[in-house]
């Protein structure tokens, strides 16, 4: 008999693959920004330190925030 | 087959260890998202040191030394010599009758050495082929992104002196 919860579930981990990509994409970006700062610095062209931590700042707050987006949803598809 | 074992194909060795290296590698997805996420704290806190570096960061002093003499080495001839202090070593490049450039030693890619191309008229890095201006020290070919750093130099009289480094170039 099929689980009436099944497409839910399927929905779910849909959700938490798509979540693992845009957190990865958002590494990519935050390496960028590392290599791009440091070799600005490194140049002798310090200001573009405050917001390279800036920006990286927030791109840290965007993955934690789909790293906890992720744990509640895998909890919910295991429980399902 | 001992009686107090359950028939199996298995030597006994593999029944009885009891950690199983498949289910050991296995990551589940939240074991690596948190470990994404941990990467990117890793660089946050990069450009957090690079930020504090920035703040700490103070214009060195550099010392007036006397690298040569005028007329010391032949037109296309070099020089090395310290400069600022003894573990920053520098060339000297007499490009005309009465023009010397002098750069930092130090490829801005790797920090290999760099050396003198008569032939090419230019400086050049034998470990990945990065090419610099004699001119400016700018990059003309190769991995290495920045310029070399210029040594200044003054003539005073017959002597060359280095007064200081320019640091803060555009590529």
């Given at each position: 008999?099929?689980?009436?919860?099944?497409?839910?579930?399927?929905?779910?981990?849909?959700?938490?693959?798509?979540?693992?990509?845009?957190?990865?994409?958002?590494?990519?970006?935050?390496?960028?920004?590392?290599?791009?700062?440091?070799?600005?610095?490194?140049?002798?062209?310090?200001?573009?330190?405050?917001?390279?931590?800036?920006?990286?700042?927030?791109?840290?707050?965007?993955?934690?925030?789909?790293?906890?987006?992720?744990?509640?949803?895998?909890?919910?598809?295991?429980?399902? | 087959?001992?009686?107090?074992?359950?028939?199996?194909?298995?030597?006994?060795?593999?029944?009885?260890?009891?950690?199983?290296?498949?289910?050991?590698?296995?990551?589940?997805?939240?074991?690596?998202?948190?470990?994404?996420?941990?990467?990117?704290?890793?660089?946050?806190?990069?450009?957090?040191?690079?930020?504090?570096?920035?703040?700490?960061?103070?214009?060195?002093?550099?010392?007036?030394?006397?690298?040569?003499?005028?007329?010391?080495?032949?037109?296309?001839?070099?020089?090395?010599?310290?400069?600022?202090?003894?573990?920053?070593?520098?060339?000297?490049?007499?490009?005309?009758?009465?023009?010397?450039?002098?750069?930092?030693?130090?490829?801005?890619?790797?920090?290999?050495?760099?050396?003198?191309?008569?032939?090419?008229?230019?400086?050049?890095?034998?470990?990945?082929?990065?090419?610099?201006?004699?001119?400016?020290?700018?990059?003309?070919?190769?991995?290495?992104?920045?310029?070399?750093?210029?040594v200044i130099l003054?003539?005073?009289?017959?002597?060359?002196?280095?007064v200081g480094?320019?640091?803060?170039?555009?590529?």
């Amino acid at each position: 008999m099929r689980d009436p919860q099944a497409p839910i579930q399927r929905r779910g981990l849909t959700a938490i693959d798509g979540s693992m990509a845009l957190i990865v994409l958002l590494l990519l970006v935050q390496m960028y920004l590392l290599s791009a700062t440091l070799e600005a610095y490194l140049s002798g062209h310090h200001d573009a330190a405050l917001p390279g931590a800036i920006l990286s700042g927030l791109i840290f707050a965007a993955s934690a925030a789909l790293y906890v987006f992720v744990e509640r949803l895998d909890r919910e598809a295991r429980k399902g | 087959m001992p009686w107090f074992r359950r028939p199996s194909n298995e030597p006994l060795w593999q029944d009885e260890f009891s950690v199983y290296t498949a289910d050991e590698r296995y990551v589940n997805r939240r074991q690596f998202t948190k470990f994404l996420t941990l990467t990117s704290l890793a660089m946050f806190a990069g450009q957090v040191w690079i930020l504090v570096k920035s703040w700490l960061y103070r214009a060195p002093e550099f010392p007036r030394q006397v690298v040569a003499r005028a007329g010391e080495i032949p037109v296309g001839g070099v020089k090395l010599f310290r400069y600022p202090v003894a573990e920053e070593q520098c060339i000297m490049v007499r490009t005309a009758e009465d023009r010397y450039v002098a750069y930092s030693q130090k490829c801005t890619h790797l920090s290999c050495a760099v050396y003198f191309s008569q032939e090419n008229n230019r400086l050049e890095c034998p470990c990945h082929e990065g090419y610099f201006s004699i001119t400016d020290g700018t990059v003309l070919q190769g991995p290495p992104t920045r310029p070399l750093p210029a040594v200044i130099l003054e003539r005073r009289g017959d002597e060359l002196v280095a007064v200081g480094m320019q640091t803060r170039r555009e590529s």
